[in-house]
């Protein structure tokens, strides 16, 4: 056997299941076809933000990646939930979920995805059981009960007691282990870059409802000696298109008057990236020696900050597994048992965080009122407001 463990897929969750494995003592091979950016400024490089629930922190610290990004990392103490659906773009209600309510730490810690990657690889090169190859790409799977075969780009075949897949919403590996996927389209696209502003951000994640989809700044660090936020922003595809053309005094009048100048004028401080939405199920979450992990295996739209730590949940899971019976690696016993572990809380966040960006997404005035009357309705009911807080973080699965 060449590797325990053969992971399809260098991105955030890739290199974090290469790690989390890899110190827990398994020969672990990572392939992605293409070298991470790890430069703010270079071109590929990713510049939305991932936030790092309480579970995921712990976890990260656990496998030894923490120590790495915590310098770099920007404390969520308070999550405000706007809505500016009313006849002009002001806020009607603001609702802060407050971490202290639940806990003595922040909800969560904000870090730039370009930097994640760079903090991550440089983890893996102080690992002895990791082999990580970027610019190879899986191109071929054969599974039989005791081992898969994967095929390389480079032309090498390896032999592997499990594959994962972390390879994206489009996983080759999925595809060849002839899994299928229930896919939902919003007709929705985001815009990601970042903003500096003058009026501090005071570590709250701010998500403003108006229409077409939430508008959320995330805290990051100063930059250049301003208040700083990382910006998603959903709307209509042909919305975010006519966005990404607008020079860019232009895009900084439009956004400004969008974030109801809760902050002051924001001034763009990024280029711009663009990001279709979708929410996408795969049918099963593993198969023949391969398991299904992060948007290989769910994919949900950018709200409440559910994505990557639903994936590391996904790595937490396996990697229990794994360490409790590591000679059943990868058989057919403990990837159904992953897939059981998994399956009903991955159904049930995608299913809400769904329902939860169709709501976001009204237009007509009737249906934006009512969005605004629900949230003053769940916010007025302390037991339902933390529920749905530690519901959140997590605590449900």
């Not at 806990?103 to 930097?115: A, C, E, I």
């Not at 080759?172 to 696209?189: D, E």
């Not at 815009?191 to 009026?199: E, G």
């Not at 956004?255 to 996408?280: D, K």
Request: hydrophobic share 40%.
């Amino acid at each position: 056997m060449d590797y325990d463990i053969t992971i399809s897929g260098g991105g955030i969750a890739g290199l974090t299941a290469a790690a989390a494995f890899a110190q827990a003592g398994f020969s672990t091979l990572v392939v992605d076809p293409t070298p991470p950016v790890t430069d703010r400024e270079a071109d590929g490089s990713d510049l939305r933000t991932t936030a790092f629930l309480q579970p995921a922190q712990m976890f990260l610290d656990e496998v030894g990646l923490w120590p790495r990004l915590a310098e770099y990392a920007m404390p969520l103490t308070t999550m405000r939930i706007v809505d500016a659906g009313g006849e002009v773009a002001e806020p009607r209600v603001i609702k802060d979920f407050k971490s202290v309510d639940i806990s003595d730490k922040p909800f969560g810690w904000n870090l730039p995805n370009w930097l994640l990657r760079r903090e991550m690889t440089a983890r893996l090169a102080e690992l002895a059981h990791v082999d990580f190859r970027p610019g190879t790409a899986t191109t071929g799977l054969f599974t039989r009960e005791g081992e898969a075969r994967v095929s390389l780009s480079d032309g090498s075949r390896i032999r592997t007691r499990l594959v994962i897949a972390a390879d994206g919403r489009s996983s080759p590996m999925r595809q060849a282990a002839g899994i299928g996927v229930k896919t939902t389209r919003f007709g929705q696209k985001a815009l990601a870059f970042a903003v500096t502003h003058p009026i501090p951000h005071d570590n709250v994640s701010t998500e403003i409802h108006r229409t077409g989809g939430p508008f959320t700044l995330v805290p990051l660090p100063d930059h250049d000696g301003r208040p700083s936020s990382a910006i998603v922003w959903m709307d209509s595809g042909p919305e975010c298109a006519r966005r990404m053309a607008l020079s860019p005094e232009e895009l900084e009048a439009e956004m400004s008057e969008r974030s109801c100048h809760l902050f002051g004028p924001l001034s763009l401080a990024s280029r711009r990236t663009v990001w279709p939405i979708i929410a996408q199920e795969a049918d099963r979450l593993s198969g023949q020696r391969i398991a299904l992990v992060a948007e290989a295996a769910h994919v949900v739209p950018p709200i409440g900050a559910q994505g990557l730590n639903m994936s590391l949940k996904d790595i937490i899971a396996l990697r229990h597994l794994a360490v409790a019976a590591p000679d059943r690696l990868g058989d057919a016993q403990m990837l159904d048992a992953y897939h059981n572990r998994r399956a009903a809380d991955v159904r049930a966040r995608v299913a809400g965080i769904t329902a939860l960006n169709r709501i976001s997404q009204m237009s007509s005035q009737p249906l934006r009122d009512l969005r605004a009357k629900g949230l003053d309705a769940l916010y007025g009911m302390k037991p339902v407001r933390t529920s749905l807080m530690k519901v959140g973080l997590g605590a449900s699965g």
